[in-house]
């Protein structure tokens, strides 16, 4: 019902912007919607490339060229607005863990992931897997994510409730208009908020300055004990989320909104390897695609890839321009505003799984892959995939 709506909206969509000289060129939209759709995903994104820079100190300009030269790439080939993110497991050992956790260590993790992946693809061995995995399995993931936005939102909107407040019933008036661009609206809101408050802020944006340079490779340091960091303690543990989340779900989630524009699993597992070997050599971090990223693009007014080529076009731009200041412009973003996009991404994605009515024993295993994937994605998924096997084979009764 929701991918119906969705495809009947986009067709209204792509109707009135003809009308309204819309831009088209190779099955994707360039038009104002498209753009504010582009940055329905900074609720994940801004964090982690945040936490990646000023934290564990890798280098600006290699991390932006890898997520611009594959947003761009993403959208220009599925054409759909697939999501381009940051693996979240290693992003978040790779932060809480600096010192320990080295540029040198991120780097090699990416070289895995890509190589694991692209075995994966080859092999069919994630086309396997893929389709042993039972739908209300794929239904938990999407819900259990979806709850999971929902839940990191309102943890960033609780340190500012007024402007939270303010932001998310801005949104949701927005949204129901949709001629109207709300995810520019919110971000010209946080950064009207952050410059009433603090005036100075405004500094480090006026003063950036074009810097033109090439990404630099984490090479000083680099030897055995990041190898074996970046394989064993960032690249395992990421391995199952990157296959319920950014493969499995993100399938599900494409082909439910856009049937007109499928993809496979083969091909996304392809891609994560590719974009990860090449990405890596740009200097860049370990990427994924993902539902809740994709749904956050969507619901923000992206319909098709036109949106993450846009972003990524910025993102290159921003890598080879302005790397050294990059990190005065994510100051403008108030928490309060990424916890506004994540929530309302999170009730995008939610409302998709949950929007389905399966029997007893499939409601158990979606209940539970969504619960205990709130927790931690790969377990959810190796949970509720245990739970459905033991339901059709007869060995427990629901």
């Known amino acids: 019902m929701l991918g119906r709506a969705l495809s009947e909206s986009a067709g209204d969509d792509a109707r009135s912007g003809e009308s309204d000289g819309a831009m088209r060129l190779g099955g994707n939209d360039y038009t104002l919607r498209e753009l504010g759709g582009a940055f329905g995903d900074l609720g994940t994104l801004v964090p982690f490339l945040a936490g990646y820079i000023t934290i564990t100190g890798v280098d600006p300009a290699g991390l932006l060229l890898g997520f611009g030269v594959f947003g761009v790439v993403t959208g220009l080939h599925f054409k759909t607005p697939i999501a381009v993110q940051p693996m979240k497991a290693i992003g978040t050992a790779a932060i809480s863990h600096a010192g320990t956790v080295t540029p040198g260590a991120v780097w090699a993790s990416g070289l895995a992931t890509g190589i694991f992946w692209l075995a994966m693809g080859i092999s069919g061995v994630a086309t396997w897997i893929a389709a042993a995995t039972g739908r209300p399995v794929v239904q938990g993931l999407v819900l259990g994510l979806g709850l999971g936005f929902v839940r990191e939102g309102v943890g960033l909107m609780q340190g500012d409730a007024l402007l939270a407040i303010a932001a998310a019933a801005l949104a949701f008036v927005l949204l129901s208009r949709p001629r109207v661009p709300a995810m520019l609206v919110l971000l010209a809101l946080g950064a009207i908020a952050v410059v009433a408050r603090d005036p100075s802020a405004l500094g480090p944006v006026t003063a950036a300055g074009l810097s033109p340079r090439l990404p630099r490779l984490p090479l000083e340091g680099f030897g055995w004990d990041a190898i074996a960091t970046g394989i064993v303690g960032l690249a395992l543990p990421q391995a199952a989320l990157t296959l319920g989340n950014a493969v499995v779900a993100t399938v599900e989630t494409n082909n439910r909104l856009f049937p007109d524009r499928r993809v496979s699993v083969r091909a996304v597992a392809l891609d994560h390897g590719v974009m990860n070997l090449v990405g890596s050599g740009l200097g860049g971090v370990p990427m994924c695609h993902g539902a809740g990223g994709m749904a956050g693009h969507v619901r923000f007014g992206a319909r098709t890839g036109g949106a993450t080529v846009m972003l990524g076009v910025l993102l290159v731009a921003a890598g080879l321009l302005l790397a050294d200041s990059v990190a005065a412009f994510f100051a403008l973003v108030p928490p ?36 205990v994937g709130m927790w931690n994605m790969g377990a959810g998924y190796l949970a509720g995939l245990a739970l459905w096997h033991a339901y059709r084979r007869r060995w427990i009764a629901p």
Request: hydrophobic residues 60%; glycine residues 20%; charged residues 10%.
């Open 336 to 371: 309060a505003v990424l916890g506004v996009i994540l929530l309302v991404g999170g009730l995008e994605l939610a409302v998709g799984a949950a929007g389905v009515a399966p029997d007893r024993a499939d409601g158990y295993v979606m209940a539970l892959t969504a619960g």
